[in-house]
């Protein structure tokens, strides 16, 4: 086989290969990966999973438990990807449906038609690419092109705005000076009437007697004739419960009218009745899709593999489902097998985020383990008398148990005797750091008395040299447990009190050696650089995150910006990162425990101990299923 596609591989969930094709055989290491980090901490809602310069991408088959995943080198756009994965999901599950679930004795045949699927698509592709004229990118439709054009369409739209309110305004005061002008020059005309025509009235009636004459015309009589206003009479109020006899009439509707015909109508709503089948696609779609070839030679034996590969494709896509209303259509889903639909899932799912969003699980994640869970579930079929809710809260407490089992189990007894039956005259060297005020210097000492319990020669080495107290601090848990304290005051290189600190331990024959950092936010990047040095320099055995269970979001952002510090200003090729947990203040937060699924989402890395109070001996193991328990409740 010689594609684009290094290796295509066909599993059911629980390992067992049932079909693969490879072309490099580098191509392997990504799917153990991918299963690692994707299905054990079921993180199934992401579409494409990148390894180093691989990257995967996958369909489930929910109803068989079947997994496909194609192996691809990340810098090929492999547009029929999604097309190819469809396809051969549904003509394999078609193929070999009564050999499934899998089994270890069957052969499973189809290296031969995933070859001709595959060709397909490739060169249909390839023909894509030819028809389409290679046209360079036009600047606005570039990332940057498309910012500055939105950038200068907002500058106008509120230039725009600006203008239209100044001209609004200047409108008004328009129309108000026009309305004052014309009032005014009105009545200046009227006095300049009146006052033409008393001078005019005035030498005749001083010099001659007898009857007025008429006075002449003027428009202040028109003023007068056009002012006259007709009195309108007050209508009665209607106070209402009183109607005429007339009004009461039209208001009968017991007998019909006389001359109209009442005729029963039956309305045929075929379209909208619930009890009928429901296509998921309308008639010329589907033709649509029917029409389309995926290459465009004209053989027929081209033509004939085009039909298999559009009518497999079709047929996946075309889904049928019969909804069903009333009393008998409820008992009817509930008696019969049915499959599960995203839309059947949607509410549920949105019930149980908004749950785990009060119980303190970062949004995000409540966010994410839902839609990893709706991803599983889709398409599976649920069985006579199961509830949809019940399935969905199995699905989602097994999700948040896998998530909460760490990966690789970390045993600090185990190690530590590992490493002295190694023969290596070292001692095991544990780190504790995180923000400020999350209780590492006391949960330090809880796990100082924890180890010494075992039997174990433990040494403290101050590398707080940044907080005030923070020594004295640590002198009281020594004297009080009987344990050395290595320090050498404040303002020095925590990296080199480190190194001193583990020769000392040589020198003392200890077996395990606690290290205590500064506290620094996530955000502070001289100390985080100080941080990455100490663990740069010193190589520690283990290191360990200090959170507090009381947070939400905030956790998420503190472990991944540690990380991303560790890997960042390691300057190494395989730069160290946090390896577990110790969540602190355990015993404050009741059943609101979402802080520990936040953090082992976000980091992958397991919880190690939580510190459940103030005394040495308040410090316990995390279950699972109790945070499971405490989650769902």
């Not at 889709?378 to 407490?397: C, D, H, P, Q, Y």
């Not at 100082?448 to 075992?454: D, G, R, S, T, V």
């Not at 990380?563 to 390896?579: F, G, V």
Request: hydrophobic share 35%; with cysteine; charged share 25%.
């Amino acid at each position: 086989m010689s594609s684009l596609i290094d290796y295509f591989v066909i599993f059911s969930k629980g390992g067992r290969i049932l079909w693969q094709t490879c072309q490099e055989k580098s191509a392997t290491i990504p799917i153990e990966y991918f299963v690692k980090d994707v299905l054990v901490q079921e993180k199934g809602n992401v579409s494409v999973y990148e390894y180093k310069q691989y990257a995967v991408k996958w369909v489930f088959h929910n109803e068989f438990e079947l997994v496909f995943a194609a192996v691809f080198q990340k810098i090929f756009q492999l547009f029929y990807l999604d097309k190819l994965l469809e396809v051969v999901k549904q003509l394999f599950i078609e193929a070999f449906k009564n050999n499934l679930p899998a089994i270890n004795t069957y052969n499973y045949q189809f290296d031969e038609k995933f070859t001709q699927i595959l060709n397909e698509l490739e060169v249909a592709q390839k023909m894509k690419k030819m028809q389409e004229p290679s046209v360079p990118r036009k600047f606005e439709n570039t990332s940057k092109g498309k910012e500055i054009i939105s950038r200068e369409d907002k500058k106008k739209k509120k230039k725009k705005n600006q203008n239209q309110n100044q001209n609004q305004n200047q409108n008004v005061n328009q129309n108000q000076n026009q309305i004052v002008n014309v009032n005014n020059s009105e009545n200046n005309q009227i006095n300049r009437d009146v006052t033409l025509e008393n001078q005019i009235q005035l030498p005749s009636q001083l010099t001659k007697k007898g009857p007025k004459k008429p006075a002449p015309f003027s428009k202040s009589k028109i003023v007068k004739e056009n002012s006259t206003t007709t009195t309108k009479r007050k209508e009665g109020r209607d106070w209402g419960g009183k109607i005429s006899a007339a009004e009461a009439a039209k208001l009968d509707r017991s007998k019909p009218n006389q001359g109209e015909n009442f005729q029963e109508k039956t309305v045929v709503t075929d379209k909208f009745n619930l009890d009928l089948e429901v296509l998921s696609d309308s008639d010329d779609e589907i033709e649509e899709e029917q029409n389309i070839q995926i290459s465009s030679n004209s053989n027929n034996s081209n033509n004939s593999n085009n039909k298999i590969t559009n009518n497999a494709f079709l047929s996946s896509q075309t889904t049928t489902k019969t909804a069903t209303t009333g009393f008998f259509g409820k008992w009817f889903g509930v008696l019969t097998d049915r499959i599960l639909t995203r839309e059947d899932l949607a509410p549920i799912l949105s019930e149980f985020k908004e749950h785990l969003k009060a119980k303190n699980v970062a949004s995000e994640i409540a966010e994410k383990l839902c839609e990893s869970v709706c991803v599983n579930l889709e398409g599976k079929k649920l069985g006579s008398f199961k509830l949809i809710k019940t399935e969905v809260r199995k699905a989602l407490e097994l999700s948040i148990e896998r998530i909460l089992t760490p990966k690789r189990s970390i045993d600090v007894l185990s190690d530590i005797e590992a490493q002295k039956k190694s023969g290596k005259q070292e001692p095991f060297t544990i780190v504790f750091c995180g923000v400020n005020g999350v209780g590492k210097s006391t949960n330090l000492a809880k796990i100082c008395y924890w180890l010494k319990e075992n039997g174990l020669k433990v040494l403290i080495v101050a590398c707080d040299t940044f907080r005030s107290g923070a020594i004295e601090q640590l002198k009281v848990h020594s004297k009080r447990l009987q344990v050395p304290l290595f320090e050498k005051g404040y303002g020095r290189d925590a990296a080199i009190i480190a190194a001193n600190g583990i020769q000392h331990g040589k020198e003392l024959g200890v077996d395990v050696i606690l290290i205590d950092t500064a506290g620094r936010m996530q955000d502070n990047e001289p100390l985080m650089r100080s941080l990455a040095k100490l663990v740069r320099v010193n190589t520690p055995n283990l290191i360990l995150f200090i959170g507090e269970a009381l947070v939400g979001n905030d956790g998420i952002d503190q472990l991944v910006k540690f990380n991303k510090a560790l890997a960042d200003l390691s300057e190494l090729a395989e730069p160290r990162l946090i390896d577990g947990i110790i969540l602190t203040k355990f015993d404050t937060i009741d059943d609101k425990v979402g802080a520990a699924l936040s953090m082992v989402y976000i980091s992958g890395s397991p919880i190690v101990f939580l510190g459940t109070g103030q005394h040495y001996t308040d410090l316990k193991r995390m279950n699972p299923a109790a945070v499971v328990e405490s989650l769902l409740k």
